[in-house]
């Protein structure tokens, strides 16, 4: 399965923005899904996650409030939205998919991935 991810851009602090991720190439309910974020100078890190159904979330402790990933597997398309965004939210934001039923927070757990969409957080 080939992740894509669309939905980035520039937005000012406080503000939203919602990600998109389709998926193509495999069938997309077979594969939970991630969203992953690498800031300049930073590691790459977990951000939020979704089993196969979309029945169970989680997320990094820092967006918890704030993000929320939601799936639709008839489109084949897993969602980040994001919301209350600050400047440390500032990143490139990628896509992953795994084979297991949860995926996790380790990149390791998933093995295919998206390209990445920038996001940048303003003052």
């Known amino acids: 399965v080939q992740p894509v991810e669309s939905g980035g851009g520039l937005v000012q602090a406080g503000g939203s923005l919602r990600l998109s991720c389709g998926a193509s190439?495999?069938?997309?309910?077979?594969?939970?899904m991630g969203w992953f974020r690498q800031a300049p100078g930073k590691e790459r890190e977990f951000v939020a996650g979704t089993s196969r159904s979309g029945g169970s979330t989680f997320y990094q402790d820092s967006v918890k409030s704030r993000f929320t990933i939601s799936r639709d597997n008839a489109k084949n398309t897993v969602y980040l939205q994001m919301n209350s965004l600050k400047q440390d939210d500032t990143a490139v934001y990628y896509c992953?998919?795994?084979?297991?039923?949860?995926?996790?927070?380790?990149?390791?757990?998933?093995?295919?991935w998206g390209q990445g969409t920038q996001v940048t957080v303003s003052e």
């Open positions: 992953a998919a795994s084979r297991l039923t949860s995926g996790g927070v380790y990149g390791s757990s998933y093995e295919y």
């Open positions: 190439g495999g069938t997309f309910s077979r594969y939970a």
